[in-house]
């Protein structure tokens, strides 16, 4: 019988390395079956590229194979974050990997009678992505629900090396099997990890949530504050540029690497898996050197080398027609890619509040399948006109400049201690106009000492950032034209209940140093009132004000 404690588990000792969280039973139980069913899910996108080139399919139909798993995460991965917030992510999860067993048993079944068009393939390929959104934010999620928070942080990286490292491994593993076993057995293997990984979360903790928070799982206000928390946070902004400056260019090894091997190559399925082989092992070997990575190099300084190491390899892919020379360059590609992608993954998922980490999270991925999905398809367009050799060489060429490019934009400070949410304490005296789910207009009174009217400014910069990013639709400050000392802010919220949980749920020690620093300026503040809409027609309340002129702060990390 798994335990349904909703707590994960307490510790008091200091987190010991970062392979730490390994050492726990459950977390290492399901961190495995996740690597292995991700290890399956490539594993079926490589089958399903090299059956296409089987078929003398064009570069764009292949690189289609990995747009149609990639599509389906860019549509659903951010409701399904919202579902991962508020329900039990256990469940989900069990529930994905036995709609995702079918499928992939059916595919396989279909293979081997030899019944699979390339039509059918991308049906199956896309369902199956479907799959994979719904259980994305949810496995990363479920992260704080299996370890202690002095082991968050290495948990998070190590479910984001999990994840990517199955992007490089399950390819490498599905080439050197494709000659052997065949593509009907590859995805008949892919059924087996999505069952594997079922029966692992068995040992996992539910996770209890109220019908209430079920029903506000739906509304638009928790659709839209995963996406609202990121555009306030500069820190997940900065990650995601970056990002995508470099998955744009580097997908092209991924979506053309099938062609690249049977054509200018002229590699069969052993001599593709051998390519998909070094390019996995550098991965595995990148994925051991990456914690002492980041203890001698900045997080900016890492990602600018790996983009110049795998632009170079970009180049080499393009020139070369010795299968050994591409072996060979394709080993430090494999360490620059998980370098990036697992890096930037954990270090988002380390950042995000628990409030709001599967949405936040969604988000990422969005982004991610989003330039997945795009890229590939483009680039297959693009090796369509100019041949593969010059479509490599042009994605290098590109790799080169948004990696220089990157040195002027750093990644922003994201070690801000505790993320966890805690409590505003009592909450000012209310008045109350309409229902509890109506609009809510938030209005405080500032009494502000002359000599403290810049500092206080650039406080309320940084606090109108925290109010938006922790749930406000609306924020604006208004100097009182009848007493200049006297300042009024005004933001809204969708409902009383987020009102609430923005105040006992989502703020951050940060956001209360935000606050702290903007009350310590201001002599007095006065009662917070809390208007709900729809708002009386007479405002005069707040007497004759001006909107005070947009005032930017030196900027925050968070």
Same mark, same amino acid.
């Given at each position: ?147 202690? #928070?002095?082991? %968050? @942080? ?6 984001? &090396? $999990?994840?990517?490292? =199955?992007? *490089? !491994? +399950?390819? /490498? ?90 054509? #200018?190559?002229? %590699? @069969? ?6 390519? &998909? $082989?070094?390019?996995? =092992?550098? *991965? !595995? +070997?990148? /994925? ?271």
């Amino acid at each position: 019988m798994p335990p349904t404690s909703t707590e994960p588990p307490t510790s008091t000792e200091p987190p010991t390395g970062a392979w730490a969280p390994l050492r726990r039973p459950v977390f290492r139980t399901i961190w495995l079956a996740a690597f292995v069913a991700n290890v399956g899910t490539w594993m079926q996108t490589v089958a399903g590229q090299w059956l296409l080139v089987e078929h003398h399919s064009t570069s764009l139909l292949i690189s289609l194979v990995q747009s149609a798993s990639s599509i389906p995460v860019l549509l659903l991965v951010i409701p399904a974050g919202v579902v991962a917030d508020f329900l039990d992510r256990r469940r989900l999860l069990l529930v994905v990997q036995g709609v995702q067993t079918v499928l992939a048993g059916l595919l396989a079944l279909l293979t081997a009678a030899g019944q699979t068009t390339p039509e059918v393939l991308l049906l199956f390929t896309f369902l199956l992505g479907c799959g994979s959104a719904a259980q994305l934010p949810a496995y990363q999620a479920m992260v704080s629900d299996l370890l202690p #928070r002095t082991e %968050l @942080g290495q948990g998070a990286a190590l479910s984001s &090396l $999990g994840v990517n490292l =199955a992007r *490089a !491994v +399950g390819p /490498a593993i599905a080439g050197l099997l494709l000659a052997h076993l065949g593509v009907a057995w590859l995805f008949g293997m892919n059924a087996i990890t999505f069952a594997l990984f079922g029966v692992a979360l068995l040992a996992a903790p539910a996770t209890q949530h109220t019908a209430a928070s079920a029903v506000r799982a739906v509304s638009w206000s928790s659709l839209e504050a995963g996406a609202r928390y990121v555009r306030h946070a500069p820190a997940v902004r900065r990650i995601l540029l970056r990002l995508v400056l470099f998955a744009v260019p580097a997908n092209v090894l991924w979506a053309l690497l099938a062609p690249l091997a049977e054509g #200018r190559l002229g %590699l @069969g399925a052993t001599g593709y898996g051998i390519l &998909l $082989g070094a390019a996995g =092992a550098g *991965a !595995v +070997g990148g /994925a051991i050197l990456l914690p002492s990575l980041r203890g001698r190099l900045s997080a900016s300084r890492q990602l600018t080398a790996a983009g110049l190491i795998y632009g170079v390899g970009l180049l080499a892919l393009a020139f070369t027609r010795d299968a050994a020379v591409a072996v060979a360059v394709l080993v430090p590609v494999g360490v620059a890619w998980i370098a990036v992608i697992a890096g930037l993954n954990a270090t988002t998922q380390a950042f995000l509040p628990d409030w709001v980490r599967a949405r936040a999270l969604a988000v990422y991925q969005m982004v991610l399948f989003g330039v997945f999905a795009g890229s590939a398809a483009a680039w297959g367009a693009v090796a369509t006109g100019l041949g593969i050799s010059r479509t490599f060489a042009a994605a290098g060429i590109l790799l080169l400049v948004t990696a220089v490019a990157g040195a002027w934009l750093p990644l922003r400070r994201t070690d801000l201690g505790d993320r966890t949410a805690i409590p505003a304490g009592v909450l000012p005296e209310t008045t109350l106009i309409g229902g509890p789910d109506d609009l809510m207009e938030i209005v405080v009174r500032y009494q502000v000492p002359g000599g403290n009217r810049d500092a206080f400014l650039a406080a309320m910069n940084d606090l109108r950032t925290s109010r938006l990013r922790t749930g406000a639709t609306h924020w604006t400050l208004l100097s009182d034209t009848a007493d200049p000392d006297r300042m009024i802010e005004q933001y809204r919220m969708a409902s009383r209940a987020d009102y609430l949980d923005q105040n006992e749920h989502r703020q951050t020690p940060f956001d209360h140093q935000v606050r702290h620093r903007v009350e310590t300026l201001a002599g007095t503040v006065s009662t917070q009132w809390l208007l709900v809409h729809p708002l009386p027609r007479d405002r005069g309340r707040l007497g004759e004000t001006a909107p005070l002129a947009d005032r930017r702060a030196p900027s925050r990390p968070a």
